[in-house]
């Protein structure tokens, strides 16, 4: 039997943190979960992580500052990245891919749908 899928939740709010763990955790995935960007870095120490899905307004280190940091760790620079926020704005949107963002979710999301797109970047 092969070792679950890791994904790191990032989200200020404790409701979506939450909720969104809940949900991977009851389709078999390895949750962790921070606050903000800033705190969401101690999980990056070699253990391994397939996939991180970040919101976008955070204090300390928003979503944008957090994909920076991300891509430039050797070990988790390809790591997919997924951006779930409210929001919606094309400049947003552009600005999180340039920064190396995999894709984007806008909230509120269907579980089915977000389930689709995480089964699509962690082929």
Known sequence: MSKPKTILVV???GAIREAVAYMLQSYGF????ACDGSDSLKHFTGSPIDLVITDLHMP???GIGLIKEIRKLQDYSRIPILVLTT???VSKKMEAKKAGATGWIVKPFEPLSLMTIIKKVLR
Do not use: A, G, T
């Not at 390895?30 to 979960?33: I, P, Q």
């Open 87 to 89: 929001e919606s704005q």
């Open 60 to 62: 300390i280190m928003d």
């Open 30 to 33: 390895e949750v962790l979960k």
């Open 11 to 13: 989200d200020d709010s």
